[in-house]
Every structure is written in C-alpha cells, then in structure tokens.
C-alpha cells in the first residue's frame, strides 16, 4: 500500500481491534453484495497522512478490488479520528458504486482530490493482491515490523484511537447514510464529531457521486 505524500515514509498500522470493528461494519453493511469476497481492511497512520484500504478477494482470481482514501492529518490538530472517520465512509462510498456498477464504475486509478462531508480527502482504485503485496515486501527485507521505526512519533494518534471505545456514537435511525455536502458541518470541529455514518446501524441508502 502506497502513501500519496513523499514525504509520508514512518507509519503505525491501525490497532487490530479498529480494523477488525471497521471490517465488521462493512460486513454487515455490503452483505447482500457479498458472495464469496473476502474483505480486507488495512489502515495506516503516518506523520502527516491518514491512509485506508478497503479490497475485496475474490475467490480464483489474482486481483483484488481496492478502495483506497488518504486525508492529510495533524498531529497539533489530534484529528487522527476524525480523519479516518472521514475515510471509511469516501471508501463506503466507493465501494458502493463499484457493486451498483456491476464493477464498471470509473474510480481514479492514481490519487484524486475529492470534497467529501465537507472536508477534502484523495481516493484511488487499485488492483494489488494484498498477500503477494506482503509476500513481496517480506522478500524485500521490508516486512511490517520493519516499517514501524520512531513509532513514538505516531504515539498520540494510535493511543487516541486505542482509546476510543466505539468508532462512532448512537445515531438516529433515520439519518441517511449518504447527506448532500451542504448539510455537513464543519469536519474540522473535533468535539462534534458525529463518526462514521457507516456506523449509524443502517445499510448505506444512497451512494455519493465520487466522479
């Protein structure tokens, strides 16, 4: 998984229990999508850059369906949650686009910038296999354990996102998945941070126009 910034080389790995929570969630929301996909969830946090992955295995084939996000993200700021908040619900998005199109859906296939909740984020469409991905990267001498050098310097987000009980509060029932980007407030206030709309309960009622 490849960052957008240069200048992003250091990185944490989301906690295992976060990815598990957001893999559960998209289970439950994509299930009647699903036939025989595995899902993967990868999320990375590094010094100035949230980066998510979203890809579907698919049983005989080499290739995998990516649905890949990156927010810029500060560490003054404490907006790691936010951030990835942000990021599960443009790669929902994606991915259902992609099911609606029957797999045709025209996805950048390198990094674009995209308004989305009201805040500016970059997604990409990808192919990479995330085993031969990692098998690739072990013969490398470039495994994950590795990678996590100056973990300190990442401390903060990851311990902000070990904290967090539930990725998102209660919301009403009746809230859409999907709200036209007039309506969102201000992503930039921490302290209302409504959480990923993924995490309201319900399906995803409607796809934004990622185009």
């Known amino acids: ?42 999320g990375r946090i590094y010094k100035e850059e949230i980066l998510l992955r979203v890809g579907l295995r698919i049983k005989d084939r080499l290739t995998q369906p990516n649905f890949e996000v990156s927010m810029n993200y500060s560490q003054s700021k404490q907006d790691a949650i936010a951030r990835i908040h942000n990021c599960i619900d443009a790669a929902a998005s994606m991915m259902m686009e ?64 070990e904290a967090s009980e539930e990725l998102a509060p209660p919301r009403d029932e009746d809230e859409d998945y999907e709200e036209v980007l007039d309506e969102e407030e201000d992503a930039d206030d921490e302290d209302e941070d409504p959480g990923p709309k993924m995490f309201g309960g319900g399906k995803p009622k409607k796809k934004t126009d990622i185009h």
């Open 98 to 161: 992609y099911f609606e199109t029957d797999g045709e859906a025209d996805l950048p296939y390198v990094w674009k910038e995209f308004p989305f909740q009201g805040v500016k984020l970059y997604i990409q469409f990808t192919t990479v296999n995330s085993r031969l991905e990692e098998e690739a990267n072990r013969l490398l001498g470039i495994e994950e354990g590795t990678l996590l050098l100056e973990e300190e310097e990442d401390e903060d987000a990851l311990s902000r996102a």
């Open 1 to 42: 998984m490849n960052p957008r910034l240069k200048s992003s080389k250091k990185w944490t790995a989301f906690p295992k229990e976060y990815s598990e929570q957001i893999q559960t969630v998209f289970s439950e929301n994509f299930a009647d999508y699903f036939d025989e996909e595995e899902l993967l969830v990868e």
